[in-house]
């Protein structure tokens, strides 16, 4: 009987004991398991703080067009990719938040030379979205929308972000070129890139305009055409540099509407980027960058013509 009962209590000082065990090893895991969702979080808060750019930021695109010409010359010397370089280097300035790039970078000595470094140090999933935009946008623009011999003649700034009267609280998404005789069907308009015209016609907002969707999956939209190039119609297949259509001042009422602003084209890029929706970006350094190889090209043929 005493034998039973110490057995008994025995068996039971065992359970109670493999019970504790246990108890001690779950509240271990738990507490583990804690202070490792706790690192992670601490670490992506940080991660977060110091790399991901504002939407307004990359939108506004604050680089100059030396900049990029400057990285496309360093690409080529140190056989880097263009676009990733690029992206690199947008995406450590956070797409220049404060508005001013007052203190340029040295971007041999600070991005191409210990380039390695860099990327190990920078790159991650936004980045390569960025490399990407680039890689559409540069890649697809090939000609500057106002037709060749007409120099001096057009005029454009960088207004991204400006207010805008008509129907209030917008801003301005693209840049405008002006006519400087401010004339109605005069300036030829031409595309910009290869593609397909996916829309064409009236907007109140655009007037007269006409949307071309290139093979990157980018959007480019030409908006207050006095009027379309012959022949145009939605689904038409397009090559950079062929006439769209005339520059105008249409838009901002019924269709037709004439003369509420300059005689200007709007200039629009979506690139159709997988980080945001419906997302424009500012088109300025990307037409200085147009502007200016059309200048090379230019000399290219008088040299041409020299040698004859
Ligand atoms: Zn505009």
Redesign the pocket.
């Known amino acids: 009987m005493s034998q039973k009962r110490s057995r008994r209590i025995k068996d039971r000082y065992f359970r109670a004991l493999r019970f504790r065990k246990l108890q001690a090893a779950s509240v271990l895991i738990c507490a583990g398991l804690i202070v490792a969702l706790a690192l992670v979080t601490l670490l992506n808060g940080l991660r977060g703080k110091n790399t991901n750019a504002k939407l307004e930021d990359i939108a506004a695109f604050r680089i100059s067009s030396e900049s990029i010409a400057e990285f496309e010359a360093l690409s080529i010397k140190y056989r880097l990719d263009f676009y990733e370089l690029l992206a690199v280097y947008c995406h450590d300035n956070l797409f220049f938040p404060d508005k001013s790039i007052s203190a340029p970078t040295n971007i041999e000595r600070d991005y191409v030379l210990n380039y390695k470094a860099v990327v190990s140090r920078v790159y991650n999933n936004d980045t390569k979205h960025y490399e990407q935009m680039f890689r559409n946008i540069l890649g697809d623009l090939r000609a500057f929308p106002i037709a060749e011999g007409y120099d001096g003649e057009y005029t454009f700034l960088d207004s991204w972000g400006a207010s805008r009267d008509y129907k209030k609280g917008r801003i301005?998404q693209?840049t405008?070129i002006l006519d400087t005789e401010n004339t109605r069907g005069r300036l030829p308009v031409v595309s910009m890139t290869d593609g397909k015209i996916e829309n064409i016609g009236w907007l109140e907002l655009g007037g007269f305009r006409i949307g071309v969707r290139a093979k990157s999956g980018a959007y480019y939209y030409y908006?207050h055409l006095d009027s379309f190039a012959q022949g145009l119609k939605e689904g038409s297949i397009i090559r950079a540099g062929d006439l769209l259509g005339r520059m105008g001042d249409t838009g901002y009422g019924e269709e037709g509407q004439r003369g509420k602003f300059a005689v200007h084209l709007?200039v629009g890029i979506n690139p159709s980027v997988e980080f945001a929706e419906n997302f424009w970006i500012n088109p300025y350094p990307f037409l200085r960058v147009l502007e200016s190889s059309r200048g090379s090209k230019t000399l290219a043929t008088a040299d041409k013509s020299m040698e004859r």
């Open positions: 301005h693209g405008d908006a709007h």
